[in-house]
């Protein structure tokens, strides 16, 4: 079956500082993968998004970026955190397997971020 | 791009209690999936639903693609369904969410 990782669970970091998140995913191969970051407890907002390695389409301008190095790694980061970068962020993942349901998403465990 | 409204935006009910929660897009969609999220954040699938009922013991669901719009029904309400139940859609590879019910079971 397949499992989606993300670490670290939690983070607390200083205003500019830089930011890594990892998320993997095991059991599957070539997926699409998702960033999406949740702010007061509603409403998560995509904000990049990956058919495959080195392809990554960003759908908010801001002070993230996201990379894919290999087929089911993906990695969230930032060179300067802002205060408005805190929230909780949720990796997922979806199948581009023809007889599994059309772009049904599983999530991660999520990190919560806090900038201070 | 797609909206998604759900409603209502909270419900408190006791526990034994009965539920829908209601999903209303404005397009046609080919993927329509209803979350769970726990208290500790985690989003869980409760059912992958673009057209037609499924049930899941106390929960199931309805979609109405040519109306737009989607049910999910809880019965028997138990405490651990409290949480925020997340409706969200997608007419290509990326989900729109609602802005979710917020479900409070009192014991």
């Known amino acids: 079956s397949q499992t989606i990782h993300q670490w670290p669970a939690t983070l607390v970091q200083p205003v500019g500082s830089p930011l890594s998140l990892e998320c993997t995913v095991e059991?599957?191969?070539?997926?699409?993968l998702y960033w999406y970051r949740q702010a007061a407890g509603r409403g998560l907002q995509l904000l990049f998004y990956s058919v495959g390695i080195g392809q990554i389409s960003s759908e908010v301008p801001q002070n993230l970026s996201a990379s894919r190095p290999q087929d089911r790694q993906f990695i969230l980061s930032s060179k300067k955190l802002l205060l408005s970068d805190s929230g909780f962020y949720l990796c997922?993942?979806?199948?581009?397997?023809?007889?599994?349901?059309?772009?049904?998403?599983?999530f991660g465990p999520g990190t919560r971020l806090t900038v201070t | 791009g797609i909206q998604v409204e759900q409603s209502p935006p909270d419900l408190i009910l006791q526990e034994g209690a009965n539920s829908t929660l209601r999903c209303n897009f404005s397009d046609s969609v080919n993927n329509l999936q209803w979350f769970h999220q726990n208290p500790w954040g985690q989003l869980i699938n409760l059912f992958y639903?673009?057209?037609g009922t499924k049930q899941n013991g106390r929960l199931s669901a309805t979609t109405v693609a040519t109306e737009r719009y989607s049910l999910l029904y809880i019965s028997s309400s138990q405490t651990t369904d409290s949480g925020v139940y997340f409706c969200a859609v997608t007419g290509g590879e990326k989900l729109t969410f609602g802005t979710g019910t917020r479900l409070t079971i009192i014991p």
């Open positions: 059991g599957t191969s070539n997926p699409n």
């Open positions: 997922a993942w979806s199948s581009k397997d023809a007889g599994v349901n059309f772009y049904e998403q599983y």
């Open positions: 639903i673009p057209s």
